[in-house]
């Protein structure tokens, strides 16, 4: 799969983060195709990508927790 590029995106952090130095936290941008995810703490690390079908897919999967 080919990641757009997410260098000019606009990243978003949960609102039930916590923004201190110890913070564990992903963060999302919305692309036009897909939406990606990164490490809060290493916004020049590596960039996962999920179609927008994943994406909700994972959500609702959260949503029922499914992960618990």
Same mark, same amino acid.
Not at 24 to 46: F, Q, T
């Given at each position: 799969m080919h990641l757009p590029d997410s260098s000019r995106a606009t990243w978003r952090k949960s609102s039930h983060s916590d923004d201190g130095e110890e913070a564990?936290? *992903?963060?999302? /941008?919305?692309? +036009? @195709? !897909? *939406? /990606?995810? !990164? @490490?809060?703490?290493? +916004? /020049?690390? +590596?960039v996962l990508a999920f179609t927008n079908a994943e994406w909700s897919a994972f959500l609702t999967g959260v949503r029922v927790a499914d992960f618990d």
């Open positions: 564990e936290c *992903v963060e999302i /941008a919305e692309l +036009p @195709d !897909r *939406v /990606a995810m !990164r @490490d809060s703490k290493d +916004p /020049a690390g +590596p």
